[in-house]
C-alpha cells in the first residue's frame, strides 16, 4: 500500500549528538514536511520542500536541518545546535491541492 | 492564514452524531476549511475540507455557514474509535506545491464514551 514510513519510532540522543530522521514515501508526491508537537500542542512547521533539491524554513527551522536528493525521501537532521529536542516529529506529503498525508512519527528523547 | 477557535473538549455518546464546531471569522474568500485528526500518539488524518458549499465523505459531514464565519464537523454516528482531537484548519490552496503552512492550533479533544 501506498504511504509514508518515518522511522524510527522511538529514538534516543545524547547531549551534543546530531540525530537523523528518516521519511519516505511512495505515493509519488511532489511536496513533503517536516512538523514537530509538543505535549497538549498543535503541530509547528519546521522545513517543507516543494520539489527536489529545493527546501524552505518554517516556522521553527533553528536547530534543524534537511535534505531532498529523492522525491521519495526527506530526512530530516536533528543538531546539536537544538537546545530542547525532546518533542514527537511527523513528516508529510502532499500533491499539488490534495490535503496532507502524515505518518505515524517519530518520538525522539534525550538521554 | 486565518486563525481558528475551537472548545478544548467535548463528549459524546457513542451512536450519536458529535458535532464538532470551529470558528474562523476572518476567514478570507480564497480560504479553505480542513478538518484533521489526531489519534493519541499517531500522525493525524485528514477528514474532509470544502470552501462554500456543505461536503459529506464515508467519513463526515462539513456544514459551513452561509457569511463562512463558522463551520461544524459532523461525525453521524460516533464510535469509540473516533475518540481523539480534531484539527480545524484554514488555509488557501496555492496550486502545486503551497501545501506549506497548515497551522495547527490546539484542536477540540473528543471523547466518545459507552
Known amino acids: 500500500d501506498g504511504g509514508i514510513t518515518q522511522s524510527p519510532k522511538y529514538l534516543f540522543r545524547k547531549e551534543g549528538q546530531n540525530v537523523t530522521l528518516s521519511c519516505e514515501q511512495n505515493?509519488?508526491?511532489?511536496?513533503m514536511y517536516w512538523y514537530r508537537q509538543d505535549p497538549g500542542q498543535g503541530l509547528r512547521l519546521i522545513y517543507y520542500?516543494?520539489?527536489?533539491?529545493?527546501?524552505q524554513k518554517g516556522d521553527i527551522a533553528e536547530g534543524y536541518s534537511v535534505s531532498r536528493e529523492k522525491k521519495e525521501s526527506f530526512p530530516l537532521t536533528v543538531t546539536s545546535a537544538q537546545k530542547n529536542p525532546t518533542a514527537f516529529y511527523l513528516c508529510?506529503?502532499?500533491?499539488?491541492?490534495?490535503?496532507?498525508?502524515f505518518g505515524d512519527g517519530t518520538r525522539l528523547s534525550i538521554l | 492564514d486565518a486563525k481558528t477557535t475551537q472548545p478544548p473538549s467535548m463528549d459524546c455518546a457513542e451512536g450519536r452524531a458529535a458535532n464538532l464546531p470551529c470558528n474562523h471569522s476572518t476567514i478570507s474568500g480564497n480560504e479553505y476549511v480542513y478538518w484533521y485528526r489526531q489519534i493519541h500518539s499517531q500522525g493525524p488524518q485528514y477528514i474532509i475540507h470544502?470552501?462554500?458549499n456543505n461536503e459529506t465523505n464515508e467519513m463526515a459531514s462539513l456544514i459551513i455557514t452561509e457569511d463562512r464565519k463558522s463551520s461544524t464537523l459532523i461525525l453521524p454516528h460516533a464510535t469509540l474509535r473516533d475518540t481523539a482531537v480534531y484539527y480545524c484548519?484554514?488555509?488557501?490552496?496555492?496550486?502545486?506545491?503551497?501545501?506549506?503552512?497548515?497551522?495547527f492550533g490546539k484542536g477540540t479533544k473528543l471523547s466518545v464514551k459507552p
Open positions: 505515493l509519488n508526491h511532489d511536496a
Open positions: 484548519i484554514v488555509r488557501v490552496d496555492r496550486g502545486r506545491g503551497s501545501q506549506g503552512n497548515l497551522i
Open positions: 470544502g470552501l462554500k
Open positions: 508529510a506529503s502532499s500533491a499539488g491541492v490534495q490535503p496532507q498525508h
Open positions: 520542500s516543494q520539489i527536489v533539491n529545493d527546501f
